[in-house]
């Protein structure tokens, strides 16, 4: 079994994503690491190059500036790195999204499990979504719960927006894969970057989705998504978390709820009473 992991890259330094801490999270799992770099105005590539490990192979991409319509570039450029994995199992990971060292081998032994039943066409991982501090973390149907990361490599397959996978069922139509969870969890920081980090990435990013930049505030959430994070982190986020401690995180207790949040408040009162979940689903369990 030959296993590929892919992403892509641009700013990743001056935007604050962990992305050499996720490089090194997951090259104990796969054979290569595809890893599309885009023209930056920081040492994305050289950092990236610094890590030295033969395993990595680096695809120096253009963007389309043009392409300013719902995030397809980001599909492009995921794309670009995907369809260079020659892998059994393409796994894509975010330049903000970690592994647990823990879950390494829980992660080989399903692809080894499932790569000679076609049925399965795709892995499914559970989400930590972090929020605020290191030690909170977002719990809501706003935000998805799980999302397949590892697609098998012989499908006709693409990602339209960077954002999910679509299988070719025909010349005209994509579904969703057929996928079965793993049973690990993938870490995502995006959204303990300080804020000024997350702004100048509204400012680079929101416009490629045709969006006027929003100014982005922490404090303005619905403190009811809010959990305590019990776990532990993976040890490569060591030096790139704050050593001091912090509790939960604490919203503006005068933030008014948006329509979205209590759409979200009344579906999850919903899951509670009925054991539902209405998180999005990019994906079809078999």
């Keep these: 079994m030959k296993v590929s992991c892919f992403t892509f890259l641009r700013n990743a330094e001056i935007l604050g994503y962990p992305f050499i801490e996720s490089i090194l999270s997951a090259l104990p799992l ?8 885009g023209p930056s105005e ?14 990595i192979r680096i695809v120096e991409s253009c963007w389309n500036e043009k392409m ?12 670009i790195a995907h369809f260079n994995c020659t892998g059994d199992w393409a796994f894509y990971l975010e330049g903000d999204e ?21 049925k399965v066409e795709a892995l499914v991982f559970d989400y930590f979504h972090f929020y605020g501090n290191h030690q909170t973390v977002a719990w809501s149907p ?24 679509l ?24 959204w303990v970057r300080s804020e000024e980090e997350m702004n100048r990435k509204s400012e680079k990013v929101e416009r490629y989705w ?38 939960l995180f604490q919203a503006d207790p005068g933030h008014i709820l948006t329509n979205r949040e209590k759409k979200h408040r009344f579906l999850a009162k919903l899951e509670r009473l009925f054991g539902l979940e209405f998180s999005k689903k990019h994906y079809k369990l078999v």
């Excluded at 796969?30 to 770099?37: A, K, L, P, S, V």
């Excluded at 399903?110 to 039943?117: N, R």
């Excluded at 719960?145 to 960077?162: E, M």
């Design 142 to 165: 706003g935000w998805y719960r799980r999302a397949p990361r590892i697609i098998r490599n012989s499908l006709r397959s693409y990602s339209p927006d960077g954002l999910f996978f």
């Design 98 to 118: 970690v592994l647990h060292e823990d879950d390494i081998p829980l992660i080989r032994a399903a692809m080894e499990k499932h790569l000679p039943d076609e």
């Design 30 to 37: 796969c054979d290569e690491f595809i890893i599309n770099i």
């Design 210 to 247: 045709s969006k006027v930049p929003k100014r982005i505030d922490y404090s303005q959430i619905d403190q009811a998504v809010l959990r305590s994070f019990e776990g532990t982190h993976p040890a490569v986020m060591s030096r790139w978390l704050p050593r001091e401690t912090c509790s």
């Design 68 to 79: 300013q319509v719902k995030g397809y570039v980001y599909g492009q450029q995921k794309n």
């Design 42 to 55: 920081d040492n994305t590539l050289e950092l990236v190059r610094g890590i030295g490990d033969p395993k």
């Design 167 to 190: 299988v070719l069922a025909s010349n005209k139509r994509g579904r969703y894969p057929r996928a079965v969870p793993v049973g690990a969890t993938i870490y995502h920081y995006g």
